[in-house]
């Protein structure tokens, strides 16, 4: 039995040896190649970002002798361009480092780029023509999450003065993912009044900021920023009434809440003669941040992250409440534990007889 084991021991070594060696065979094989990498940083309104420091994992073959990660970190020029010259058979861009700006990892999640032939996986093929842009946001302006409001309707006609009142915040999560509603039937953040001119051949329209140190701004640009003055308590807008029927869009940017919430409203007008219809979808920044850029994947991103972030505290707060109330009976334990010749269940039970004790002969026993 002996023999046997020995001889099965060592035909294992022996099949591990040249399975070890068809490996080191095998990465021997791969061989670093010419890295050529070609990339670009722009921000969240895809201006390039100079003097950013891109931080890039070369990947080395085993069979070269240089093995392991080599890390390079690269600085991007006034065109937020960068360019990677190695040796190595992949590459990962980690990380995007610059004063004022964030590296999203979920607006760049292609960072892996293969060299070697030898993989199954397809081979990378620069182009300088062509480099590929990865993305940072610039912390001015942040939170970037919006409030948006796919559509709100307002219906005019010539035949009586209307008037709308818009709550451009309603119901909001902040930082710490609190949801917040507006109270006291809401907030009039933009009063829209609707008037038949005297000459009865448009419509004016007027905007009213309601609060003090706000304002309204027509304009027919679509910003990804709100603009920075120009804002009016007052505006005005004459709609001239066609023959059949006729759309326009404008842009109104609406500085509320004394410059604490800045909004872009995208209304779309549908003139006739018999009325005016405007469909309006707007939204806010209530950061009091005038970057409008709406980005859905990002919003997803945010949500979730500050759902995450209140579930968290939330479950601390529950830790902490079942903490406080086993506190409450851990000094009675420490009592019953300590009663080395009384059960447990004798102390917890409040009908039980205390034990009895003899000190005759040295013996005790409970009755």
């Known amino acids: 039995m002996s023999k046997l084991r ?100 979920h607006k760049n999640a292609d960072r892996d780029f293969e060299y070697s032939h030898e993989y199954t996986k397809a081979v990378f093929i620069p182009d300088k023509r062509s480099p590929l842009i990865f993305h940072v946001r610039r912390l001015e302006g942040e939170p970037a999450y919006l409030i948006y409001r796919p559509s709100v309707e307002m219906q005019f006609s010539p035949d009586q003065t209307h008037e709308y009142n818009l709550d451009l915040l309603g119901a909001w999560i902040d930082d710490r993912g609190v949801l917040h509603r507006a109270s006291g039937g809401g907030h009039t953040d933009l009063n829209i009044t609707c008037a038949l001119s005297h000459e009865r051949d448009a419509y004016n329209l007027t905007f009213i900021s309601t609060d003090t140190n706000s304002g309204v701004l027509v304009s027919e640009k679509t910003l990804e920023q709100a603009p920075p003055d120009g804002y009016e308590p007052e505006a005005g807008l004459q709609v001239s009434i066609p023959e059949k029927y006729e759309q326009s869009r404008i842009q109104l940017y609406v500085k509320a809440r004394g410059g604490q919430a800045y909004s872009r409203l995208d209304l779309e007008l549908t003139v006739r003669p018999s009325n005016l219809l405007i469909a309006a979808r707007f939204w806010t920044n209530p950061a009091a941040s005038r970057n409008l850029k709406y980005d859905p994947q990002f919003q997803k991103y945010e949500k979730k992250r500050r759902y995450d972030e209140r579930e968290r ?21 420490e009592f019953v534990r300590s009663r080395k010749n009384t059960r447990s269940r004798d102390i917890q039970n409040p009908k039980a007889k205390p034990p009895r004790y003899y000190n005759e002969y040295y013996y005790s026993y409970h009755k």
């Open 6 to 105: 020995v001889i099965l021991i060592a035909v294992l070594s022996l099949l591990s040896y040249w399975d070890g060696v068809g490996c080191a065979n095998e990465n021997a094989q791969v061989r670093d190649v010419d890295i050529l990498f070609y990339g670009k940083i722009v921000d969240q309104f895809y201006a390039p970002v100079a003097d950013a420091n891109v931080a890039i994992e070369v990947l080395h073959s085993p069979g070269t002798g240089s093995t392991g990660i080599k890390n390079v970190v690269i600085k991007t020029d006034e065109n937020g361009l960068f360019t990677l010259k190695d040796k190595g058979i992949s590459i990962h861009i980690e990380n995007v480092e610059k004063s004022g700006c964030r590296f999203l990892a």
């Open 313 to 333: 505290c939330y479950q601390e707060q529950l830790s902490a409440m079942r903490r406080r109330e086993r506190l409450k009976y851990e000094p009675r334990i």
